[in-house]
């Protein structure tokens, strides 16, 4: 697990540009429980998310926001009620 400080610079230094959503969300897991969402930001690798729950790092989801089409990622970073991960499928940003 990042710490805090260590989070923030992850994110303020990535590679891709990021976009910010703070866009409703539902994630489903492995498991097939849903989980409704938020997504805060959005590279063309990966995502940050605030969630009522917390994820298991190295887990597979499906992500879908209104009106696009489910896409499958992996948490890669959990910190409290954010997390992160990449996408396994190719989006546009």
Do not use: K, Y
């Not at 590679?15 to 849903?34: F, H, I, K, P």
């Not at 989980?35 to 009522?52: A, K, Q, T």
């Amino acid at each position: 697990m990042n710490s805090t400080s260590d989070l923030s610079t992850c994110i303020r230094t990535g590679r891709q540009r990021r976009v910010t959503l703070n866009c409703d969300a539902v994630v489903t897991e492995s498991d097939g429980c849903t989980i409704d969402v938020v997504i805060v930001d959005v590279s063309l690798e990966g995502f940050r998310l605030r969630s009522p729950e917390e994820f298991e790092l190295g887990s597979t989801i499906t992500l879908q926001m209104h009106e696009t089409r489910p896409v499958r990622g992996e948490i890669r970073w959990a910190c409290g009620h954010e997390a992160g991960g990449v996408f396994l499928d190719p989006i546009s940003v």
